[in-house]
């Protein structure tokens, strides 16, 4: 066995968007269809914690927010994302074929921006000292049909003022020229058949730039 066939293929994709932009189910749909080729897939979440604490919070008729405040909810966040990113991109290193991240640091810098509230120093170390995805996708919706798959799935809910500051400050972040857009609003199926292009499409320029990933080992157009 030559020493670059002994080598692993890994490709990763991190997928971005607001709330009801069907980050989940999509990624969820992707590895399961991965898997079902034979292909080698896994996924890992990067949730914040804040659905958790409404749910507490709504027991005594309030919001995580309120309880505690936009910056000490935004401390609580990021600790629970940033560690969930750090586990998954340790873990993850071990893995062959297709990694799909379920949100991602870009995720609390936008939600701080949000909030109004000044850059994180760390969040910006983790960005530039952890491995970048091979391939960020944002999942691009109106903010009112977001809303309206939260209110139908009825498991939590966001205002609809909210997703639309959320989706202003995603569209701010220094690097969003460099996520691939992805429209979201469409059927799931439609969504993973784009998202599988793109990273067939991604996977074949990093093969050609001389670096070691098999697109037949991912995504197969």
């Given at each position: 066995?030559?020493?670059?066939?002994?080598?692993r293929?890994?490709?990763?994709?991190?997928?971005?968007?607001?709330?009801?932009a069907?980050?989940?189910?999509?990624?969820?749909?992707?590895?399961?269809?991965?898997?079902?080729?034979g292909?080698?897939?896994?996924?890992?979440?990067?949730?914040?914690g804040?659905?958790?604490?409404?749910?507490v919070?709504?027991?005594?008729?309030?919001t995580?927010?309120?309880?505690?405040?936009?910056?000490?909810?935004?401390v609580?966040e990021?600790?629970?994302?940033?560690?969930?990113?750090?586990?998954?991109?340790?873990?993850?290193?071990?893995?062959?074929g297709?990694?799909?991240?379920?949100?991602?640091?870009?995720?609390?810098?936008?939600?701080?921006?949000?909030?109004?509230?000044?850059?994180?120093?760390?969040?910006q170390?983790?960005?530039?000292t952890?491995?970048?995805?091979d391939?960020?996708?944002f999942f691009?919706?109106?903010?009112?049909?977001?809303?309206?798959?939260?209110?139908a799935?009825?498991?939590d809910?966001?205002?609809?003022?909210?997703?639309?500051?959320?989706?202003?400050?995603y569209?701010?972040?220094?690097?969003?020229?460099?996520?691939?857009?992805?429209?979201?609003?469409?059927?799931v199926?439609?969504?993973?058949?784009?998202?599988e292009?793109?990273?067939?499409?991604a996977a074949?320029r990093?093969?050609?730039?001389g670096?070691?990933?098999?697109p037949?080992?991912t995504i197969?157009s």
């Amino acid at each position: 066995m030559s020493s670059e066939a002994g080598r692993r293929h890994r490709f990763s994709v991190a997928l971005l968007g607001i709330d009801g932009a069907g980050k989940t189910t999509v990624a969820r749909s992707l590895v399961r269809r991965s898997r079902a080729r034979g292909d080698a897939a896994s996924l890992y979440r990067h949730p914040g914690g804040r659905k958790t604490l409404d749910n507490v919070a709504r027991r005594f008729n309030s919001t995580a927010e309120a309880a505690l405040g936009s910056q000490g909810l935004t401390v609580i966040e990021t600790v629970t994302r940033s560690l969930a990113v750090i586990r998954s991109a340790v873990q993850s290193r071990r893995r062959d074929g297709l990694v799909v991240f379920d949100r991602y640091i870009h995720c609390q810098i936008a939600l701080r921006r949000m909030r109004g509230l000044h850059s994180s120093p760390f969040l910006q170390w983790l960005l530039t000292t952890l491995p970048r995805p091979d391939v960020i996708v944002f999942f691009d919706i109106s903010p009112r049909q977001a809303h309206a798959r939260i209110l139908a799935r009825g498991i939590d809910t966001e205002p609809l003022a909210m997703l639309c500051e959320l989706d202003a400050a995603y569209r701010q972040l220094s690097d969003f020229d460099d996520f691939y857009r992805i429209d979201a609003g469409r059927p799931v199926a439609d969504v993973v058949d784009e998202l599988e292009a793109v990273i067939c499409a991604a996977a074949k320029r990093k093969a050609a730039h001389g670096l070691v990933i098999s697109p037949s080992s991912t995504i197969q157009s």
